[in-house]
């Protein structure tokens, strides 16, 4: 059986109908779509209209409201992409974590906390890859003396370019 690739997509800043198109396009596409910190995606038109617009949201699903839930129900979205409305960046936008806080979710600060640790450790994890880096750079700097013999052998077999 073949395995199915999974697509693991960062939601925070992207537009809530843009991001539901690319996922819906990669879900027919026969791939598995995982969309992480769906609090951050931003829904187009201003915050009174979206929070009455899911206001029916919190009777219906659960007791937590989620707000990958949102992102859940907001299906396959389609954009006039080439006229000049669908492409302006600046129009306004609601941010989709506020909106699923005031409609019931009772977890943002735990998220904003979990996000702070993440930052953290991505943090120190990125020191570590470059430290690491410098090292690695520095050792085949230090054995690039010693295996020039090997390397031109392998050139002349055209093993090595």
């Not at 598995?32 to 919190?58: D, P």
């Not at 906390?113 to 690491?132: N, P």
Request: aromatic share 8%; with cysteine.
């Amino acid at each position: 059986m073949a395995e199915v690739q999974v697509l693991v997509l960062d939601g925070r800043g992207h537009l809530l109908g843009r991001l539901a198109a690319i996922v819906a396009k990669q879900v027919l596409l026969g791939r598995k779509v995982v969309v992480v910190r769906c609090e951050g995606i931003n829904i187009s038109g201003n915050f009174y209209r979206n929070k009455l617009k899911y206001l029916a949201f919190l009777r219906k699903r659960m007791n937590t409201n989620p707000s990958d839930r949102i992102f859940w129900r907001s299906g396959r979205a389609v954009l006039p992409h080439k006229t000049a409305r669908g492409q302006a960046p600046t129009r306004k936008f609601a941010y989709l974590g506020r909106l699923a806080h005031e409609v019931g979710w009772k977890y943002q600060a735990v998220t904003a906390t979990l996000e702070e640790k993440r930052k953290e450790k991505a943090k120190i994890h990125y020191r570590k890859k470059k430290q690491f880096m410098r090292l690695r750079k520095q050792a085949e700097k230090n054995v690039e003396k010693k295996i020039d013999k090997y390397t031109e052998v392998l050139k002349t077999h055209g093993l090595l370019v």
